[in-house]
Protein backbone atom coordinates (compact mmCIF):
# COMPACT_ATOMS: atom_id res chain seq x y z
CA UNK A 1 0.00 0.00 0.00
CA UNK A 2 0.80 3.57 -0.76
CA UNK A 3 0.60 6.16 1.93
CA UNK A 4 0.24 9.49 0.93
CA UNK A 5 0.31 12.50 4.16
CA UNK A 6 -2.69 14.75 3.37
CA UNK A 7 -2.50 18.57 4.72
CA UNK A 8 -4.66 17.42 8.01
CA UNK A 9 -2.32 15.97 10.61
CA UNK A 10 -2.92 12.04 11.01
CA UNK A 11 -5.06 11.88 7.86
CA UNK A 12 -3.97 9.82 4.93
CA UNK A 13 -5.05 8.48 1.01
CA UNK A 14 -4.01 5.37 0.65
CA UNK A 15 -3.42 3.73 -2.62
CA UNK A 16 -3.44 -0.13 -3.19
CA UNK A 17 -0.31 -1.32 -4.93
CA UNK A 18 -1.02 -3.51 -8.24
CA UNK A 19 0.04 -6.26 -8.75
CA UNK A 20 -0.62 -7.07 -12.21
CA UNK A 21 -0.21 -10.35 -14.50
CA UNK A 22 -2.18 -11.77 -17.91
CA UNK A 23 -5.38 -12.54 -15.29
CA UNK A 24 -5.77 -8.80 -13.90
CA UNK A 25 -3.85 -7.46 -10.70
CA UNK A 26 -4.42 -8.24 -7.30
CA UNK A 27 -3.51 -5.36 -4.51
CA UNK A 28 -3.92 -5.37 -0.97
CA UNK A 29 -6.03 -3.08 0.96
CA UNK A 30 -5.58 -3.73 4.52
CA UNK A 31 -2.30 -4.49 6.54
CA UNK A 32 -2.70 -3.81 10.71
CA UNK A 33 1.46 -4.06 10.90
CA UNK A 34 1.43 -1.51 7.67
CA UNK A 35 -1.31 0.40 9.69
CA UNK A 36 1.13 0.29 12.74
CA UNK A 37 4.47 0.47 11.26
CA UNK A 38 2.63 4.03 9.87
CA UNK A 39 2.05 4.92 13.84
CA UNK A 40 -1.82 4.41 12.85
CA UNK A 41 -4.72 2.63 14.28
CA UNK A 42 -5.09 -0.52 13.02
CA UNK A 43 -8.37 -1.57 14.88
CA UNK A 44 -11.09 -2.59 13.23
CA UNK A 45 -14.82 -2.89 15.46
CA UNK A 46 -16.93 -2.58 12.46
CA UNK A 47 -17.21 -2.06 9.23
CA UNK A 48 -19.78 -0.59 7.17
CA UNK A 49 -21.78 -0.45 3.52
CA UNK A 50 -23.52 2.67 2.01
CA UNK A 51 -25.32 2.42 -1.15
CA UNK A 52 -26.78 5.26 -2.67
CA UNK A 53 -29.30 5.80 -5.18
CA UNK A 54 -28.86 8.78 -6.53
CA UNK A 55 -25.79 11.22 -7.62
CA UNK A 56 -26.12 14.41 -5.64
CA UNK A 57 -26.66 12.36 -2.40
CA UNK A 58 -24.75 13.78 0.85
CA UNK A 59 -23.62 11.44 3.61
CA UNK A 60 -22.08 14.34 6.37
CA UNK A 61 -20.27 15.53 8.10
CA UNK A 62 -20.25 12.87 11.16
CA UNK A 63 -18.33 11.65 13.93
CA UNK A 64 -18.39 10.07 17.63
CA UNK A 65 -17.87 11.49 20.26
CA UNK A 66 -15.57 10.09 23.20
CA UNK A 67 -14.87 7.14 24.62
CA UNK A 68 -16.76 6.02 21.10
CA UNK A 69 -14.36 8.32 19.07
CA UNK A 70 -13.28 6.29 15.78
CA UNK A 71 -10.92 5.88 12.91
CA UNK A 72 -12.49 5.12 9.81
CA UNK A 73 -10.98 4.04 6.53
CA UNK A 74 -13.23 4.49 3.84
CA UNK A 75 -13.05 3.46 -0.22
CA UNK A 76 -15.62 3.60 -3.14
CA UNK A 77 -16.04 0.11 -4.40
CA UNK A 78 -18.83 1.26 -6.89
CA UNK A 79 -19.42 4.60 -8.49
CA UNK A 80 -17.56 7.93 -7.22
CA UNK A 81 -17.53 10.04 -4.53
CA UNK A 82 -16.09 13.42 -3.22
CA UNK A 83 -15.07 12.62 0.32
CA UNK A 84 -14.13 15.21 2.73
CA UNK A 85 -12.98 15.34 6.36
CA UNK A 86 -12.93 18.53 9.05
CA UNK A 87 -10.53 18.26 11.54
CA UNK A 88 -12.51 18.52 14.69
CA UNK A 89 -9.12 18.76 17.47
CA UNK A 90 -8.71 21.63 19.58
CA UNK A 91 -5.23 22.49 19.72
CA UNK A 92 -4.55 20.80 16.36
CA UNK A 93 -2.67 22.94 13.74
CA UNK A 94 -5.34 21.91 11.35
CA UNK A 95 -8.13 22.64 13.66
CA UNK A 96 -11.26 23.18 11.42
CA UNK A 97 -9.55 22.75 8.30
CA UNK A 98 -10.80 20.47 5.55
CA UNK A 99 -9.39 18.29 3.10
CA UNK A 100 -11.23 16.51 -0.14
CA UNK A 101 -10.42 13.66 -2.45
CA UNK A 102 -12.24 12.01 -4.57
CA UNK A 103 -12.70 7.94 -4.38
CA UNK A 104 -14.12 5.95 -6.88
CA UNK A 105 -14.47 2.44 -8.41
CA UNK A 106 -11.55 2.99 -10.42
CA UNK A 107 -8.60 4.76 -8.73
CA UNK A 108 -9.53 2.43 -5.86
CA UNK A 109 -8.17 4.76 -3.35
CA UNK A 110 -8.98 5.29 0.41
CA UNK A 111 -9.33 8.15 2.95
CA UNK A 112 -7.95 7.06 6.17
CA UNK A 113 -9.44 9.59 8.76
CA UNK A 114 -8.36 10.00 12.38
CA UNK A 115 -10.03 10.20 15.65
CA UNK A 116 -11.46 13.71 15.84
CA UNK A 117 -12.56 14.20 12.31
CA UNK A 118 -16.21 15.19 10.84
CA UNK A 119 -16.68 12.75 7.26
CA UNK A 120 -19.07 13.26 5.07
CA UNK A 121 -19.44 12.73 0.91
CA UNK A 122 -21.04 13.51 -2.22
CA UNK A 123 -22.18 10.42 -4.99
CA UNK A 124 -20.61 11.85 -8.18
CA UNK A 125 -22.80 8.95 -9.82
CA UNK A 126 -25.81 7.18 -9.41
CA UNK A 127 -25.88 3.32 -7.66
CA UNK A 128 -22.49 4.27 -5.85
CA UNK A 129 -21.35 2.29 -3.33
CA UNK A 130 -19.39 3.09 -0.15
CA UNK A 131 -17.26 0.77 2.27
CA UNK A 132 -16.29 1.58 5.92
CA UNK A 133 -13.85 0.01 8.29
CA UNK A 134 -14.47 1.50 11.86
CA UNK A 135 -12.25 1.19 14.86
CA UNK A 136 -14.94 1.48 17.21
CA UNK A 137 -18.61 0.47 17.16
CA UNK A 138 -21.62 2.60 16.30
CA UNK A 139 -23.16 4.30 19.70
CA UNK A 140 -26.49 6.49 19.07
CA UNK A 141 -25.74 8.70 21.83
CA UNK A 142 -22.28 9.34 20.85
CA UNK A 143 -23.01 10.65 17.24
CA UNK A 144 -22.71 13.93 16.45
CA UNK A 145 -22.02 15.79 13.02
CA UNK A 146 -21.51 19.62 11.48
CA UNK A 147 -23.04 20.87 8.87
CA UNK A 148 -21.67 20.44 5.32
CA UNK A 149 -22.16 23.52 3.92
CA UNK A 150 -21.15 25.83 7.71
CA UNK A 151 -19.21 28.68 6.68
CA UNK A 152 -16.43 28.54 9.00
CA UNK A 153 -15.03 25.21 7.07
CA UNK A 154 -16.16 26.75 3.56
CA UNK A 155 -15.95 23.58 1.93
CA UNK A 156 -16.81 23.61 -1.97
CA UNK A 157 -18.80 20.85 -2.92
CA UNK A 158 -18.32 20.36 -6.85
CA UNK A 159 -22.26 19.16 -7.23
CA UNK A 160 -25.43 20.64 -6.19
CA UNK A 161 -26.72 18.41 -3.09
CA UNK A 162 -29.82 16.80 -4.21
CA UNK A 163 -30.58 14.34 -1.62
CA UNK A 164 -29.63 14.63 2.42
CA UNK A 165 -31.10 13.35 5.51
CA UNK A 166 -33.02 16.08 7.26
CA UNK A 167 -30.37 15.72 10.41
CA UNK A 168 -27.32 16.65 7.98
CA UNK A 169 -29.22 19.37 6.56
CA UNK A 170 -30.00 21.30 10.24
CA UNK A 171 -26.85 20.82 12.22
CA UNK A 172 -26.74 23.96 13.70
CA UNK A 173 -23.42 26.14 12.83
CA UNK A 174 -20.19 26.04 14.66
CA UNK A 175 -18.42 28.85 16.39
CA UNK A 176 -14.86 29.48 15.08
Not at 168 to 176: E, F, G, K, N
Amino acid sequence: MIFRATPLAGAFVIEPERFADERGFFARTFCAREFEEKGLDPRVAQANLSFNERRGTLRGMHYQRPPFAEVKLVRCTRGAIHDVIIDLRPGSPTFHGHFAVRLDSENRKMLYIPEGFAHGFLTLEDSTEVAYQMSAPYSPEHGAGVRYDDPAFGIVWPEPVRVIAERDRTYPDVSR
